[in-house]
């Protein structure tokens, strides 16, 4: 029984990805669940488990393929009497990690663009933007053939109507791509006032967003037309791997959408400090992970979740609604030669210290291999970053959408402080609190701040708290 | 300052923002439109004047003969209506006098306006050293330093080499404008819109033409039914057409040019007069020193752009004929406002969603967006409705009956996505097909905007009310 093994769904966002290896060849014999190809995506390096034990019969991706949801990756005789192998012959396939098939509107291949004329003074190949042929947009997408190419997920069923020119240059101007935009004309012609409306929404927060519910879609990050650099000495253009194209477009929307504001305090760390130290020099003995300061910090940044809940949260500005989050997952920003990545620490409050310390050693590991999962990399409801490791006095972090705040720590210092009469040195770590000023105001972040700061002052807090 | 003596003129060099090499339609205009933002410009051609093909042996000329052609034309007509003149005498030398008159007064405007706007106008060849240069030969200044360039040295008539001879006889579209003479026996060598143009003139002053066209039918690229009535009418003014035919040798005789044919038409060999080859036009991108520079050309031979008319090389750009088809006027005066644009920073790309294609013959057939023939090769369903100028009031008036107006749209929307006109004034017909594309109108809109009566304009309005059924002069019973 033939199986074709097409990319199963990898989860929001993600539509595809580069095959970075082909861990099989026709003729190998397969297990389920057995890796097949590793596909690096636009965040992490993943292995693709095969749907079914047998033998592979089609290898259709090579390395360096790019490849996109549902497309064909391998064809597998599935073992005679295997559980998984499907009853008809060759099925598609959809793999473990997606549930139930969402409903997709299959769409053909979209058709050939004219062919660029090369026939005597004939009319000239139909422009990107006014592609005729598209449905009507107040009409609901049927997935009927009329209908034909409608690029799923990639912009909003009827936009990319007929733009006159005038319209067309105002789109270019404001960096909107016309594909994007759904017309309000007859047979969906954009108008000015379209393309202002959709230039307002991409400025307003996701959820405001008309025409592509759900999914955010790919934030357009207006290109703006860059010097001839050349002139003024050698220059090199090196392409931009995938983690950071990822990470131009969430801190753009970020940016684009959150009113930041960043709150500043430092927490007094002494205590704290010596009482790692004592810890640890047990803990290397006993030859487990050290205790890190991020470690207490996203124990007490827990505590000062639950106690101002709003920081725990997500706005729903087109409902009008807080989305107040009843679990603690907390994003962990980590540096890596890729670039940025934040694996996710869940359920923070019922971890002990010991258990997240481990939990962080193997996460930033994985991380910088590239090796975390996309399961790793989802659901936090807040993020630290320490930059303290490699200096700086402070800085103003972006917030992480759809999260409402994030944390930022810069190298401790120490300080000569008046305990009572005496003068002692203090060691003080920098506190860095951006939030969502939208649903935060400014004297509750300062509570939360010093709530955290009173945490990291008072370890025992930790203890009846955490 | 003292003035250089004339020898040392030439090594002078000058520093411009954008230097701007052919004065075409596409050249001068990008020239214009960049001077306008306040550019330092440069504008380099070999002509005294701006102007290019189009003005010089293009375009203007050859419109100047077409209209002396059609009042011929037309005085033969009038018989029809009880007018009679006389066979017209023709005073070839004042119609080439009067000829030159039209072109000079065209291009003396340019220079003006160039002058007006501060342009450097170098009459010159410009050839590349490099990014930064080009040298310009037998000109005031040898030397160009720009920011940015625009190539726009359009194209030349493409001659096949085995009908390359060397013999006053044998014309080029430059030489048949010329008006050497009235020659009896001219062959016209290539079916599409020049040679049909001038067979039109020559026909008209009296030549007896045979065409020879290798594709199955006469102006390729344009539907079918759009070249029929031009082809009737054709019948009786040209001896014979003969399609799917090639010239196989030309040789000159004492008697005039041997040529010898094969194919549908037949083989034969005659001799004509005169022969004028019209097999089509090559980008003009030799001798330019396009290889000192990082542009690159493309498997046709145009220069490689990109949508704001960037070469491979940033400081680059080219438009007009050199930098693709179609090689129309129009389309370089279109990329000439995108490259100035470009260059002075805005957002700029060339991205029509129709251009437009004139035949000047009688009756004159233009269309634009997309063609029916199109449609069926890209599988694509169309909506289409002609409307035949025998409904038109305007038409019956003139006598002028032939003429049919098409509109081709989607089915689904009703969005208007080519139009098509043959008819006497078809070429100014047109351009409402071409608003109604690029701003994205649907039947509905052309069928209910007023349009003027008694006029032609009115065939548009009537073939988009055809579109649902039966339009006010034509009643197209509703299908059960």
């Known amino acids: 029984m033939a199986i074709k093994f097409q990319l199963p769904d990898l989860g929001e966002d993600t539509e595809g990805g580069t095959v970075v290896k082909v861990l099989v060849a026709v003729g190998d014999a397969v297990e389920k669940d057995q890796s097949v190809i590793e596909l690096e995506t636009d965040k992490a390096l993943l292995e693709v488990p095969s749907p079914a034990s047998g033998k592979i019969t089609g290898v259709h991706v090579a390395e360096g393929d790019e490849i996109r949801v549902d497309e064909l990756i391998l064809t597998i005789d599935a073992a005679v009497g295997s559980d998984d192998a499907p009853a008809e012959p060759a099925v598609p396939v959809k793999a473990p990690p997606n549930v139930e098939p969402k409903t997709v509107i299959q769409a053909p291949a979209k058709p050939e663009p004219r062919p660029v004329a090369e026939t005597p003074p004939a009319s000239v190949p139909g422009p990107p933007q006014p592609e005729p042929s598209k449905p009507e947009p107040p009409q609901p997408v049927a997935p009927s053939a009329e209908v034909g190419a409608v690029p799923v997920a990639a912009k909003p069923a009827g936009a990319g109507g007929p733009a006159s020119p005038s319209t067309r240059k105002l789109a270019r101007e404001l960096g909107v791509d016309l594909e994007q935009v759904l017309g309000s004309g007859s047979a969906g012609r954009i108008s000015k006032d379209d393309v202002m409306a959709f230039a307002k929404s991409r400025l307003a927060p996701d959820s405001d967003r008309e025409g592509a519910p759900g999914a955010p879609g790919p934030v357009a990050v207006t290109p703006i037309e860059l010097p001839d650099f050349s002139k003024h000495g050698p220059i090199e253009r090196v392409k931009l791997n995938g983690i950071r194209k990822k990470t131009i477009e969430s801190m753009t929307r970020s940016w684009t959408t959150i009113p930041h504001v960043t709150q500043f305090d430092e927490a007094d760390t002494t205590d704290l400090e010596a009482l790692r130290r004592r810890r640890n020099e047990q803990l290397l003995a006993g030859g487990k992970a050290k205790l890190t300061a991020t470690v207490f910090v996203i124990k007490a940044c827990v505590s000062a979740l639950k106690a101002f809940p709003q920081f725990n949260s997500s706005l729903d500005v087109a409902a009008g609604e807080m989305i107040r989050k009843d679990y603690f997952n907390i994003g962990m920003a980590v540096d890596t030669e890729h670039g940025l990545l934040v694996p996710v620490l869940k359920d923070v409050d019922k971890k002990s210290l010991l258990q997240l310390s481990d939990e962080i050693k193997d996460l930033s590991e994985r991380a910088r291999r590239r090796k975390v999962s996309l399961d790793d990399l989802r659901g936090a409801t807040f993020t630290v970053t320490n930059l303290g490791g490699l200096g700086g006095t402070a800085f103003t972090p972006i917030i992480n959408h759809p999260e409402v705040a994030i944390l930022g720590l810069a190298r401790s210092q120490k300080r000569v402080s008046m305990t009572g009469e005496r003068l002692e040195s203090r060691l003080m770590l920098p506190l860095c609190l951006s939030y969502d000023h939208r649903l935060i105001d400014g004297s509750d972040a300062v509570r939360f701040t010093r709530k955290i700061a009173e945490m990291l002052e008072d370890p025992g807090l930790l203890l009846l708290e955490g | ?480």
Not at chain 2, 12 to 17: E, G
Not at chain 2, 254 to 267: H, I
């Open chain 2, 1 to 480: 300052m003292t003035q250089l003596p004339e020898s040392s003129q030439s090594h002078k060099s000058l520093k411009v923002q954008v230097c701007v090499i052919g004065a075409g339609p596409g050249g001068y205009a990008a020239a214009f439109h960049a001077a306008d933002r306040g550019l330092k410009v440069a504008l380099i051609d070999a002509e005294s004047k701006p102007g290019g093909v189009c003005l010089h042996r293009g375009c203007i000329p050859s419109k100047a003969l077409l209209h002396a052609a059609s009042l011929i034309e037309e005085s033969e007509l009038a018989a029809n209506w009880g007018i009679h003149f006389e066979r017209p005498r023709v005073d070839l030398d004042r119609l080439r006098e009067w000829k030159g008159e039209v072109v000079e007064r065209m291009v003396s405007g340019l220079a003006g306006l160039c002058r007006a706007r501060g342009i450097e106008y170098i009459q010159g060849t410009a050839v590349f050293v490099d990014s930064e240069r080009v040298a310009v030969e037998d000109a005031s200044v040898a030397m160009v330093q720009f920011e940015h360039a625009i190539l726009a040295t359009g194209s030349s008539p493409a001659i096949p080499a085995a009908l390359r001879i060397d013999s006053p006889r044998l014309m080029d579209s430059t030489a048949a404008l010329e008006l050497p003479d009235v020659p009896e026996k001219l062959l016209v060598i290539g079916g599409g819109y020049i040679g049909l143009e001038l067979a039109t003139v020559y026909a008209a002053l009296g030549s007896a033409i045979t065409v020879v066209e290798m594709t199955d039918g006469l102006l390729p690229g344009a539907d079918r039914d759009l070249v029929r009535p031009l082809a009737a009418r054709l019948k009786k003014s040209i001896s014979s057409i003969l399609l799917e035919t090639a010239v196989t040798s030309i040789s000159e005789t004492k008697d005039g040019l041997e040529v010898t044919w094969e194919g549908k038409g037949g083989n034969a060999t005659q001799t004509f007069d005169r022969a004028l080859i019209s097999v089509g036009r090559r980008p003009n991108t030799s001798g330019l020193g396009i290889e000192n520079t990082a542009a690159t050309l493309d498997e046709n031979g145009f220069v490689r752009v990109n949508p704001a008319r960037r070469t491979e090389d940033p400081r680059i750009y080219a438009i007009g004929d050199v930098a693709g088809q179609p090689m129309l006027a129009h389309k370089a005066t279109a990329e000439a406002k995108v490259a100035a644009a470009a260059i002075a920073g805005e957002p700029a790309a060339f991205d029509p969603a129709a251009i437009p294609a004139v035949v000047f013959t009688d009756p004159e057939i233009a269309w634009t967006g997309l063609t029916e023939t199109e449609a069926k090769e890209q599988g694509r369903k169309v909506k289409v409705a002609r409307f035949p100028w025998g409904a038109s009031g305007r038409a019956v008036t003139l006598d002028r009956t032939d003429g049919m107006t098409k509109l081709i749209t989607d089915p689904a929307n009703g969005l208007v996505l080519g139009v098509g006109i043959v008819g006497p004034g078809a070429g100014d017909l047109i351009a409402e097909g071409v608003l109604a594309i690029e701003m994205g109108a649907v039947a509905e809109d052309l069928a209910a905007v007023i349009h003027p009566h008694p006029t032609l304009s009115e065939t548009v309005m009537e073939s988009a009310e055809l579109i649902f059924g039966s339009a006010t002069h034509m009643h197209r019973p509703a299908k059960k």
